[in-house]
């Protein structure tokens, strides 16, 4: 039998062309084979007055996640150009494993020529410019998305294997810094001012004594625990921004998902604020909280009646911590529902609630959408629950046949929805008041 030929999801598609140093232009329709998507759409129609996101709140910056093929798809760049962003967040661009496929070098070979893989973050940087916004930097570190050479030398361990993988961390983020200082006295500003260093760091889903556990990988493992049982890879990554980024000063913070529901939450968030406590003791530089808020109506406990209250409280409590708090990556899973229209409404519902109740704590001064629109959603990379989180299994309460997923604020057609003007409504909150 002839084997099957490999097919990307639209994110490692992005990834082959940008390593490649092509630049498509792509409508929203490109590719549509390797993604799940909607014959027919519902259109929805707004009685409500177009404000751009990005000026209804002046206290709030509002912004949207790029990568791949999306950043030169000229559709998608004008659609949300019609918003006027504060932000537009590099999700990929600053992984270890895109920036060092081959070597602690930045570059990967493509064709036999050497490439350089600065290319997605120089172009976001490009197109944040041409907007009028500035770039988020989100996942310098993580324990995923590392490239073999890294997890074979953590896996092999041969004499100095520590040392050399604390030389490449120090190397990576020293290397990213100066590349933005640059970047910087190219623009002319600081194009940056929001840096994301640790990405998920807990592995929520094992819990310890009432506590969630590290998330295991190779950082973890190449440097010492501190004192208080805190990773050293969070606190030295805190210690080398500061030391390398002096000339910038971005806002420095770290990320996590699912503090938002009653699932995980109650576990995460004093672990959370235990972990801003263990940085600020140590006289670490930490602006912020990042919470990524891909929210799950599933894994609260009332699904139609959302309680955020308990996560309010885990807002004020960072808030009386002295960091703001970032809504990093918001978008809504409605794979419970097979109706498009409930699946919208759900969808909006929960955009405006948790937004709303978010937006009450003075502490909380961005909010960014991943993604833009449904057909450039992560959830739509493989069409299935299962494919999403694969270490998770199948989302509780999906439906047996999932419908193609409808959990961004614009459609597949770059139209905007209810939960759109359910954002809108939201930011306006208190708008002049915070």
């Known amino acids: 039998m002839q084997a099957k030929p490999k097919e990307f999801s639209r994110r490692q598609f992005g990834s082959a062309l940008l390593g490649a140093g092509l630049t498509p232009a792509l409508a929203p329709q490109a590719h549509a084979g390797r993604v799940c998507r909607e014959p027919s759409p519902p259109v929805y129609h707004s009685n409500q007055p177009a404000v751009p996101l990005g000026a209804i709140n002046p206290h709030v910056s509002w912004g949207v996640h790029l990568e791949g093929e999306s950043i030169y798809d000229t559709s998608v760049v004008e659609a949300v150009k019609m918003e006027r962003p504060n932000i537009i967040a590099i999700g990929s661009g600053l992984k270890f494993g895109n920036l060092h496929p081959e070597s602690i070098a930045f570059e990967r070979e493509a064709d036999g020529k050497k490439i350089s893989t600065w290319t997605e973050a120089d172009d976001i940087v490009r197109l944040a410019s041409r907007l009028g916004a500035s770039v988020r930097g989100d996942a310098l570190i993580w324990n995923d998305w590392l490239p073999p050479w890294i997890e074979k030398l953590a896996k092999e361990r041969p004499k100095g294997w520590r040392d050399q993988l604390q030389e490449a961390y120090e190397k990576n983020l020293e290397s990213i810094f100066s590349r933005f200082q640059a970047l910087d006295r190219q623009y002319g500003k600081s194009v940056m001012p929001w840096c994301g260093l640790i990405n998920e760091p807990f592995a929520y889903w094992k819990v310890w004594f009432g506590k969630p556990a590290w998330r295991q990988g190779t950082w973890l493992e190449a440097f010492d625990p501190m004192p208080d049982g805190a990773p050293g890879y969070i606190h030295q990554a805190f210690n080398l921004a500061e030391k ?162 409808r959990p961004a604020i614009y459609d597949q057609e770059l139209s905007p929805k209810a939960a759109r003007d359910a954002l809108a409504a939201a930011l306006a909150v208190k708008s002049d008041q915070k």
């Not at 420095?252 to 938002?260: G, P, T």
């Not at 009450?360 to 992560?378: G, H, K, R, Y």
């Open 244 to 405: 390398y980024s002096r000339s910038s000063k971005p806002a420095l913070f770290f990320n996590e998902a699912n503090c938002d529901t009653d699932k995980h939450g109650p576990i995460l968030r004093g672990a959370m604020l235990a972990l801003v406590d263990s940085l600020q003791a140590a006289g670490r530089k930490i602006d912020a909280v990042g919470l990524e808020s891909h929210l799950q109506p599933e894994w609260m406990n009332d699904r139609d009646k959302p309680d955020w209250r308990p996560f309010v409280k885990f807002l004020k409590d960072l808030q009386a911590r002295g960091v703001a708090v970032y809504i990093t990556e918001l978008d809504v899973n409605d794979c419970a529902l097979e109706d498009a229209a409930a699946r919208d409404k759900l969808v909006a519902d929960y955009t405006q609630s948790f937004v709303s109740a978010a937006l009450e704590i003075p502490a909380v001064t961005m909010v960014t959408n991943w993604d833009f629109a449904d057909s450039l959603s992560w959830y739509r990379d493989e069409a299935t629950p299962e494919s999403t989180f694969p270490a998770l299994g199948r989302w509780p309460g999906c439906v047996a046949r999932p419908a193609c997923p």
